[in-house]
């Protein structure tokens, strides 16, 4: 049920100061998995449609030895944004890190709204989080790897399991120090 009335955002704004990719990990070589292309593609395409000058890509090595903020760079880059509007994030271990690293990359550079750009099955738990971060928000959904899925009903279960543990543990044992 909390998955199913998580925020989706703080405010109106059509417009904001960046765009928050989430990370997902690379491959075992180094290149973008096809989740990981959708979320940066889906947010190459908010900067080209000019929803905020800046990307923030957040993410740590953590599925393997590459660190998902310079895969994801690196391919944003590819993507045409030049590097000057490219941040990346590479401590970020799991969401709720994510969120609060972006954020205070934001608060260095004394910028307050984000768009928040993951696949569908993960924006629920990045609302919830996000929705106790000192921003504007919204989310925005990238496509899905296949069309008509939203995510496979494993992702979706793990998925599940994780939004149970951020609400009973997580949330209290790993604030933000934002």
């Avoid at 310079?70 to 944004?81: I, K, N, W």
């Avoid at 030049?82 to 608060?107: G, H, L, W």
């Avoid at 696949?119 to 069309?147: D, K, N, Q, T």
């Amino acid at each position: 049920m909390a998955r199913a009335l998580a925020p989706k955002g703080n405010t109106d704004k059509t417009r904001f100061d960046a765009i928050i990719v989430l990370g997902t990990p690379a491959d075992a070589d180094g290149n973008p998995t096809p989740r990981q292309l959708a979320r940066v593609t889906e947010g190459v395409h908010e900067y080209e449609r000019g929803v905020a000058p800046r990307l923030i890509v957040t993410g740590s090595a953590v599925g393997n030895r590459f660190v998902e903020a310079e895969v994801m760079a690196r391919t944003a880059h590819a993507e045409g944004v030049p590097d000057s509007s490219i941040f990346p994030e590479p401590r970020a271990r799991d969401t709720i890190q994510n969120a609060c690293y972006a954020v205070q990359i934001m608060k260095e550079h004394g910028w307050r709204s984000a768009e928040v750009v993951s696949s569908a099955y993960h924006l629920p738990r990045a609302g919830m989080i996000f929705s106790h971060l000192p921003v504007e928000w919204r989310v925005h959904e990238a496509p899905p790897i296949e069309p008509g899925s939203g995510g496979s009903a494993s992702l979706g279960f793990i998925e599940t399991l994780k939004t149970v543990r951020y609400l009973i543990w997580a949330r209290w044992t790993e604030p933000c120090g934002t």
